[in-house]
């Protein structure tokens, strides 16, 4: 069974600047999830990682398949950012084995 | 294109009673997997169907059931309900597997007095 740990569990920052949250896991994964989570409990999908660096506005994920890790930034913050920020990791076995959840990052931009 | 629709969206039940939620997922999706997060446990994954099939469940009761039909659209359906299965039932809807990107709907709350 894969092992999720997400780093810090809680981030305070000021608005403006860069947040970096990690995920490491203890098995090979086919897929690792970035996931945010507002009040209320709506979860958005932030980008899907197998390999490599993807980059959405002022989101940047990154992942080191050897070293089981994957960070998820944040350049300009502000404070709408702030959200629960989640990983999720799915099996090496093509998916078919459900995804394992890291506790979450409570984050907080504060203006 | 619409999004995931979970109903309903609040539901109070009393202990020993069942319970069934919906998922519709976004057009064109054919895997549909659900989880359940509690403050406690976090985000946990209950069980994946695929073409009507169930391809993977988690660690949980056989309390704890679902099924998809022909449309994708997908339920899941607690029964003898007890205090603990109070929480967040999400649904995720996605193209193939987690191996592409996943569509959650807005969730059930459900409370067990």
């Known amino acids: 069974k894969n092992e999720v740990e997400q780093s810090p569990q809680n981030l305070t920052a000021q608005e403006g600047e860069f947040i970096t949250i990690n995920c490491s896991y203890s098995?090979?994964?086919?897929?690792l999830h970035w996931l945010q989570q507002h009040p209320g409990g709506g979860i958005v999908s932030l980008f899907m990682?197998?390999?490599g660096k993807k980059k959405h506005g002022r989101l940047i994920a990154t992942i080191n398949i050897q070293e089981k890790h994957s960070s998820l930034h944040i350049t300009a913050s502000h404070p709408r950012d702030s959200a629960v920020y989640i990983c999720?990791?799915?099996?090496?076995?093509?998916?078919?084995?459900?995804?394992?959840f890291g506790k979450g990052t409570h984050l907080i931009i504060q203006p | 294109k619409a999004g995931v629709t979970q109903t309903p969206r609040y539901l109070i039940k009393t202990r020993g009673q069942q319970v069934t939620l919906s998922c519709s997922p976004i057009?064109?999706?054919?895997?549909v997997s659900w989880y359940q997060q509690t403050p406690g446990q976090g985000l946990q994954f209950l069980f994946e169907?695929?073409?009507?099939?169930?391809?993977n469940k988690g660690n949980f009761p056989g309390r704890f059931s679902g099924r998809q039909f022909s449309n994708s659209r997908s339920e899941m359906n607690v029964s003898t309900l007890e205090l603990g299965d109070s929480a967040l039932y999400l649904c995720?809807?996605?193209?193939?597997?987690?191996?592409?990107?996943?569509?959650f709907g807005n969730g059930t709350r459900l409370t067990v007095t």
């Open positions: 057009s064109g999706h054919r895997s």
């Open positions: 990682l197998s390999s």
């Open positions: 098995v090979g994964i086919s897929a």
């Open positions: 995720a809807s996605s193209f193939s597997s987690y191996n592409s990107p996943l569509h």
């Open positions: 169907y695929f073409s009507e099939t169930q391809r």
């Open positions: 999720a990791v799915s099996g090496s076995g093509g998916g078919a084995d459900g995804l394992t």
